[in-house]
């Protein structure tokens, strides 16, 4: 079998990603933290990870980010979940009795509306969106309700007491497939993850761009990260998307040379088109 570390329970999104992305059968490894889904990868326990790095409401997800840089793990796939959100309770609560609504924070966020129409609901933060529904249902918390997957409400017994709680339809979040540095056959593709640090002085940002644009790459993605320990640093998290591979790995060598600090994460084929409709058949 194929052991995969997520962050969460099973009947998480994250879940579900690792469905898309490996179709064979695998092994689950629940982890509470991103930190632990990392080190399982490090260590041996798992072979790979599926973790998130970006949802389309709530931004990217940034402790993947750091973490990534600070494990060294390779980034050898992606895929995109449509996030179907529910709220669930015990079977013997209505919508009336709510009074606490537990999930993980980024769930939380991508349920404001319902929030805002019934302001007296108390948002719980939890550790997993699935683990929040599983919780509740074993007795061992003092919250009511929890939002998360129709498929976490039905793993664990929850009664569904509203379906798409989320304040988008097009709500998606991406999720990379992660392995250890030295894992062989490093994936190829168009598409590539990576950081740059760039020097603290007047056009050291244009550079880096303008290499990029250069050779014809278009970057998808960026995020700022503060570098621990040194007060107003950052170092940039990038995603690009090139029309070839060479010329791809072309602009990840210059790059090389303009910036203070380079590292990839990897190259991967990327998951469909970027403009995804409302009639997504893959919802």
Not at 78 to 93: F, G, K, W, Y
Not at 196 to 209: F, Q, T
Not at 234 to 250: N, V
Request: net charge negative; with cysteine.
């Amino acid at each position: 079998m194929n052991p995969v570390a997520i962050q969460g329970e099973a009947g998480s999104f994250s879940h579900a990603a690792v469905q898309q992305l490996l179709y064979s059968e695998f092994d689950l490894v629940p982890c509470r933290t991103f930190m632990e889904a990392f080190e399982a990868v490090v260590s041996g326990e798992a072979e790979r990870a599926v973790l998130p790095v970006e949802n389309a409401l709530a931004g990217p997800v940034v402790e993947s980010l750091d973490l990534l840089w600070s494990t060294g793990l390779r980034v050898v796939g992606e895929t995109r979940v449509r996030i179907h959100l529910c709220l669930s309770a015990r079977p013997d609560m209505f919508f009336e009795d709510v009074r606490s609504v537990a999930s993980h924070p980024v769930a939380l966020k991508q349920c404001r509306t319902l929030f805002d129409d019934n302001p007296s609901l108390e948002s719980i933060v939890t550790y997993d969106t699935a683990g929040s529904v599983k919780d509740m249902m074993l007795g061992a918390v003092t919250y009511d309700s929890a939002i998360a997957s129709p498929l976490a409400a039905e793993l664990y017994g929850a009664s569904v007491l509203r379906t798409g709680v989320e304040d988008d339809h097009r709500n998606y979040t991406r999720f990379f497939e992660l392995v250890a540095p030295d894992t062989p056959d490093a994936a190829e593709g168009v598409r590539a993850a990576a950081a740059v640090v760039i020097r603290n002085e007047p056009g050291s940002l244009h550079g880096v761009l303008a290499v990029i644009g250069d050779h014809g790459v278009d970057m998808t993605q960026i995020v700022a990260r503060p570098i621990r320990g040194s007060p107003w640093q950052y170092r940039f998290f990038m995603e690009f998307k090139a029309p070839e591979a060479d010329a791809l790995a072309d602009c990840l060598e210059a790059l090389e040379k303009v910036a203070e600090e380079t590292r990839v994460f990897g190259t991967y084929a990327g998951y469909g088109d970027d403009d995804v409709s409302a009639n997504d058949p893959r919802e």
